[in-house]
Nanobody, 125 residues
Framework: QLQLVESGGGLVQPGGSLRLSCAAS????????IGWFRQAPGKEREGVSY????????NYADFVKGRFTISRDNAKNTVYLQMNSLKPDDTAIYYC??????????????????WGQGTQVTVSS
């Protein structure tokens, strides 16, 4: 059974940083592209960042470019999202998901077959 577990969320002040982790069990993460998504209360889920299976390619939503960095350690079966210069608008539940495809032009939620349960990120003073 494919399982993804997010961790690393929490409460942080504006301008602060958090690193989210997405750990896989039951499958080899290195065979999959991984995406980070988020959903704020009353809003639709939106894509944040994606990384290819090898980690050689990544893309970012415009609203996180220059602030967030996605990376992966396939030996540890884990993908990370380093979030810096956090803003109150970044407050959301963050989810990771696995896809068996990749496109340099980006992926859609429908491309992802396995999802984690999410981790809450709250940016507030």
């Amino acid at each position: 059974q494919l399982q993804l577990v997010e961790s690393g969320g929490g409460l942080v002040q504006p301008g602060g940083s958090l690193r989210l982790s997405c750990a896989a069990s039951g499958f080899t993460l290195g065979y999959y592209s991984i995406g980070w998504f988020r959903q704020a209360p009353g809003k639709e889920r939106e894509g944040v960042s994606y990384i290819s299976d090898s980690g050689s390619s990544a893309n970012y939503a415009d609203f996180v470019k220059g602030r967030f960095t996605i990376s992966r350690d396939n030996a540890k079966n884990t993908v990370y999202l380093q979030m810096n210069s956090l803003k109150p608008d970044d407050t959301a539940i963050y989810y990771c998901a696995a896809a068996s495809v990749w496109s340099d032009e980006g992926l859609l939620p429908g491309d992802f077959g396995s999802w984690g349960q999410g981790t809450q990120v709250t940016v507030s003073s």
